[in-house]
């Protein structure tokens, strides 16, 4: 019991996704024409999207209409995790008189909800008197450029081009047609081409080859459908197969042959024996005969595509885009997506975007797209998504430019742009943790080491760091200019004013030297009379004031050794060194020994004193 | 009379500056707050407040430039972190701001050159900025010019031991104030503060551009013209740009 329930469990786990992804459920209504006579047949098709595979139509107003024929048929398709259910049913009706009709609206009930379609106006004419033919056209695709292939004139000689008349011996009718939904095409447009092999008899064993497309891209759209049609009263068994043809270049393009190879059940008589005309002959027997059913290559007009604007890629058809962001607002290294699909009819797998380049914002990864194909009967559909992976790397808001899609629709005959959305992104500033992995180069470390890869700015400074001025105050500046300047300035005004000092005493030096001789020269004039002691000391100053003055020094109180050393040091020549140094020593001995016999006349002792000066001024 | 004004002025003055000191803490604190809720332009506003007041402080710039950071303003906020590199270039939280801006900015900070190892050097280490090589030059000169003079007025020669240092001292300072001199009043750098600056060929807005700048380049304003500035590139190209596309430092 248990298991059994986890088993429900797990299956009801695994499916949920799914059912809750199917499709919205829809009904489709179509007839392959609304005007025909008695004698011909319609063509209704109910197409039931979405819902369980039981779901059935409700069709009233059946009265007018005898069902000749019909087929069903069931698609169970999963694209991208939806899950779309299509269930077809392909009626062959035929009216019972003339008048205008309505078909429907034709109902479905499908999970408790009805759906229902649009009635269709259907008109039926009194028959002709020549039998029409007219070969199965196709049911009218939306959107495209009805067929300009002429209708063929009635009559059995008259088929559809390329198929050869059948054997008068057969029963029915088995032939091929090959048709284009347009002969005239621009290069890349969609052209449907279809190919229906038509049995009035049984077919064993039968091959198709289909053409090869050589100028063609092609794609199948519907492998094989099967219903019966009413041609000139006789029923055929209708196999269709339709494939979008999208031409690669321009020019006479022709599709190809198609060709069928098959059994044919044909019956036949003997002939009486011994030509009795009584004998009323053997029962006849049937027999299988191997055919070929051949369709000609169709021919198709493929024009160049007018000159193109720049951006286009290549696309032709009828589309639309759309984009989508995931996420408008995120953090520094986180990712948002980018979503552009692109949906339309047409050769939606040729769509391309131009590439979304990084910016100094966002650092762009393109993915691969995904294409989703839709084949109908109206052709090849379905979209093309694109996604692109965006890594924020800067903070700040920032804006996704828009994409611009350029295609070509063949029916307005002209070029569309198609533009995405402008996305306006914030990125805040804010990095999530991570782990930087190096190369593994060892780094210098120490002083010398870089500064570590920041993930994103330091933290604030705290209020208290912040309320004190680093800045000096004008008058603050001032004093501190004063201060630098002022220190060398009041050096060098120091050292100016000392040389100016020494300077001023060497001149006031060399002066007094200059004029020692005339001074002493001066103060002999002035000496009083040798008698006395007064007079010696007179004589001795004079002598000791000119060496003073002189040779600038206090020579008041030298004594003779001390006058005779200075003047050698001077390098006064010996002999006037002699003469002074006896000179002192005389006037001390007179002045103080009281000799003073053996003075000399007054006159001679100035002069020799002038003399002596003279020749010390000399040598200095 | 003269005794009580001279009281009056006195209460006054004592009670002045802890209120304004009380206000411009509240300052500092809303804008922090308003930082931290992600207000950015509202913290820009308070800390604009403190600098309407006089505060001249390299620390207060470096919130405003994390904030202008935050709000996607890389012009504005390298501008604000090298003013704040001017006034406290020792801060390796400042240095690391920038570095890490430039890096954002796609610059290569360590380009290799013939001086890469001596530029490994944190020289900045030993970094002062205009007022501190003022103040200490000044101080240092004085003492060295004291010296001297005392030894010359006592008449015997300074001691070596006090003067080489001293010289060295003021050497250095004396360095880093003609460098800071240099960049306050000669450099006349600036910041590219706008996305996609043209940079035209004469000051003029219907001027054919020579080249886009973009947000965070570094200029040097060579001369002005009404609203335009002549400005010179990294790279040696000139032209002039509008005044309000750049900030200067």
């Known amino acids: 019991m248990q298991s059994s329930l986890k088993t429900i469990f797990i299956a009801l786990f ?46 009233p107003n059946r009265g007018n209409f005898d069902v000749v024929g019909q087929s069903t048929g069931n698609a169970i398709e999963i694209i991208n995790g939806q899950m779309s259910v299509t269930k077809s049913f392909d009626y062959v009706l035929k009216p019972r008189g003339k008048g205008n009709f309505t078909i429907g609206p034709i109902k479905a009930h499908i999970e408790g909800t009805t759906y229902s379609s649009s009635p269709i106006k259907v008109t039926v004419l009194e028959d002709d008197q020549k039998p029409t033919y007219q070969p ?44 284009v939904d347009k002969n005239e095409a621009y290069v890349g447009e969609q052209i449907l081409f279809t190919f229906r092999l038509y049995s009035g008899v049984s077919l064993a064993n039968a091959q198709l080859s289909l053409p090869d497309f050589k100028e063609f891209i092609s794609e199948e759209l519907i492998k094989e459908r099967k219903y019966q049609v009413d ?8 196999n269709e197969w339709r494939i979008a043809l999208f031409s690669t270049k321009a020019g006479k393009l022709a599709t190809g042959p198609s060709s069928v190879k098959a059994s044919v059940s044909s019956i036949f008589s003997r002939r009486p024996p011994f030509n009795d005309p009584f004998y009323r002959g053997f029962p006849r027997t049937q027999r299988m005969v191997p055919k070929t059913f051949t369709a000609p290559s169709v021919t198709i007009e493929v024009k160049n595509l007018p000159p193109a604007p720049q951006g286009f890629l290549g696309l032709v058809g009828n589309f639309k885009i759309s984009s989508h962001l995931t996420q408008d607002v ?128 330091r933290e604030l400074k705290p209020p208290s760091d ?81 060496i003073s003055d002189r040779f600038l020094i206090k020579g008041a109180a030298l004594t003779p050794l001390e006058v005779e050393r200075l003047l050698q040091s001077k390098r006064i020549p010996e002999e006037v060194v002699r003469r002074m140094v006896y000179l002192l020593e005389q006037l001390d001995s007179w002045k103080y020994g009281g000799m003073k016999n053996n003075l000399p006349p007054e006159t001679e002792l100035k002069t020799e004193i002038t003399n002596l000066l003279r020749e010390i001024e000399k040598a200095a | 009379m003269k005794k009580s004004i001279l009281f009056i002025l006195f209460c006054f003055l004592s009670f002045l500056p802890p209120v304004w000191a009380e206000t411009t803490g509240e300052m500092a604190l809303q804008a922090q707050k308003n930082y931290e809720n992600k207000d950015y332009r509202q913290a820009l506003l308070g800390w604009d407040s403190l600098r309407s007041l006089g505060i001249i402080n390299g620390h207060l710039y470096y919130n405003v430039a994390n904030a202008y950071w935050r709000l996607g303003e890389v012009g504005q906020a390298l501008r604000y972190l090298l003013k704040a590199k ?43 900025n ?94 002005k013209q009404g609203n335009y500035r002549l400005v010179k590139t990294g790279s040696g190209k000139e032209g002039w740009v509008q005044a309000e596309q750049i900030g200067s430092i």
């Open chain 1, 14 to 59: 695994v499916i949920w996704p799914f059912v809750l992804q199917a499709e919205t459920p829809s009904i489709e209504v179509r007839v392959d024409r609304d005007t025909l006579t008695t004698r011909e047949t319609l063509n209704l098709s109910i197409v039931i999207k979405g819902g369980s595979a039981l779901s059935t139509p409700d069709i």
């Open chain 1, 466 to 546: 912040i309320l004190f001025s680093q800045a000096l105050a004008p008058w603050e500046a001032l004093l501190w200019w004063i201060l630098l300047l002022g220190s060398p300035v009041t050096y060098l005004g120091f050292g100016i004013w000392e040389k100016g000092k020494k300077r001023a005493l060497a001149q006031a030096d060399d002066k007094k030297r200059s004029k020692a001789f005339k001074r002493a020269k001066v103060a002999l004039g002035q000496t009083l009379k040798v008698d006395g002691g007064g007079g010696f000391s007179q004589f001795t100053g004079v002598l000791k004031g000119y």
């Open chain 1, 231 to 238: 041609l000139e009263g006789k029923r055929y068994a209708v």
């Open chain 1, 136 to 179: 199965a056209i196709p049911p009218p695709i939306q959107g495209q450029r009805p067929t300009t292939q002429p209708p063929p004139p009635p009559g059995w000689s008259d088929h559809p081009s390329g198929v050869s008349p059948p054997s008068s011996q057969d029963r029915g009718l088995t032939f091929l047609t090959a048709q």
């Open chain 2, 86 to 128: 001017r006034l406290d270039p020792r801060d390796s939280d400042i240095r690391a701001n920038i570095f890490f801006i430039e890096e954002q900015l796609g610059e290569a900070p360590n380009k290799e050159d013939v001086l890469v190892t001596f530029k490994k050097i944190p020289w900045y280490k030993l970094s002062i």
């Open chain 2, 130 to 223: 205009f007022f501190q090589s003022l103040k200490a030059t000044a101080i240092l000169s004085a003492l060295l010019f004291g010296l001297f003079l005392f030894s010359k007025i006592k008449g015997g020669k300074a001691p070596r031991k006090w003067i080489w240092p001293l010289v060295l001292l003021v050497t250095f300072t004396g360095i880093q104030l003609i460098l800071r001199i240099n960049e306050t009043y000669f450099s006349n750098q600036a910041v590219v503060i706008k996305r996609a600056v043209p940079l035209l060929s004469v000051p003029s807005a219907q001027s054919p551009a020579r080249e886009e700048l973009k947000e965070g380049d570094l200029l040097n304003v060579r001369k």
């Open chain 1, 330 to 457: 995120l953090n520094l290294g986180d990712t948002t997506n980018l979503e552009v699909e692109v949906s339309g009819t047409g050769n939606i797998n040729e769509a391309n975007l131009p590439p979304l380049a990084s910016t100094p914002f966002f650092k762009v990864y393109p993915g691969n797209p995904s294409l989703d194909l839709r084949k109908s009967l109206q052709g090849l559909s379905g979209k093309k998504k694109f996604t692109y992976a965006l890594v924020a790397d800067r903070p700040g808001e920032t804006t996704i430019p828009s994409m611009n899609l350029y295609y070509f629709n063949p029916q307005l005959e002209k070029y569309e742009k198609l533009s995405t959305t402008q996305e306006t992104v914030r990125i805040q500033g804010r990095r999530r943790q991570e782990k930087l992995v190096t190369a593994g180069i060892d780094e210098p470390g120490g002083m010398f080491a870089p500064p570590p890869r920041a993930l994103d700015l």
